[in-house]
């Protein structure tokens, strides 16, 4: 079975600009979880979707958003680049919602995002 | 929000030692996770954890929960080169909708 996939792997863009990061879970997982990662903040929780419904948001700017598709898929966009927008963003995904005691998270490789 | 703290945040040991990577909180977590994460990837799982106080081993690895829900650690018995990486502890929050990670610790195993 596939992994999560993420595209692109990296992307460098300019302040001000504007970008659209793709995730693909694993087959059959309906549940997809967003994640910034820093040297500094560590792991921090963008937003999660399931079913296309986003269930929860962590405590990030609204330039910062996503949505999920029917067939799962996800997609964030980050709009007005800052520079300290700079991170590994991380997509999850999982078989069943955050609530369930059993909830595991398989995480794809990520996406190097730099603004200059 | 519930939190995680995580410690050690750097462990630097030779290889054949034997190491203990805590994660601690005030908070009951539904479940814990284990991850390691090699740099320029994303964070593989290890291991989940549901009941409290359940011990759970992976080759070399022996995960446990603390009996409260509200503790674990991981210990990793004569240490190889190839464990080196960052190591994460993620919690399922109670009454919440999402994990809550730890800041993380960075193993270096040298040979």
């Known amino acids: 079975k596939a992994g999560v996939t993420q595209t692109p792997r990296y992307l460098i863009k300019t302040r001000g600009q504007q970008v659209t990061l793709s995730c693909s879970p694993i087959?059959?997982?309906?549940?997809v979880s967003w994640y910034q990662q820093t040297p500094g903040q560590g792991l921090q929780f963008l937003f999660e979707?399931?079913?296309?419904?986003?269930?929860n948001k962590g405590n990030f700017p609204g330039r910062f958003s996503g949505r999920q598709f029917s067939n799962s898929r996800s997609e964030m966009n980050v709009s007005t680049l800052e520079l300290g927008d700079s991170a590994l963003y991380l997509c999850?995904?999982?078989?069943?919602?955050?609530?369930?005691?059993?909830?595991?998270?398989?995480f794809g490789p990520g996406t190097r995002l730099t603004v200059t | 929000t519930q939190l995680l703290e995580q410690s050690p945040q750097f462990l630097s040991i030779q290889e054949g030692e034997n190491l203990t990577v805590y994660c601690n909180s005030s908070?009951?977590?539904?479940?814990l996770q284990w991850y390691r994460q090699e740099p320029g990837e994303g964070p593989v799982l290890l291991v989940t954890?549901?009941?409290?106080?359940e011990v759970k081993k992976l080759k070399r690895l022996t995960f446990q929960f603390g009996d409260a829900r509200k503790d674990s650690s991981l210990h990793i018995t004569a240490a190889q080169p190839g464990d080196t990486g960052l190591y994460l502890c993620?919690?399922?929050?109670?009454?919440?909708?999402?994990?809550?990670f730890g800041a993380g610790t960075i193993l270096r195993v040298k040979s």
């Open positions: 999850a995904s999982s078989l069943k919602p955050p609530t369930s005691g059993s909830y595991e998270q398989y």
């Open positions: 979707y399931f079913s296309e419904t986003q269930r």
């Open positions: 087959s059959g997982h309906r549940s």
């Open positions: 908070s009951v977590f539904s479940s």
């Open positions: 993620a919690g399922g929050e109670e009454y919440g909708n999402k994990l809550v």
């Open positions: 954890v549901v009941t409290g106080g």
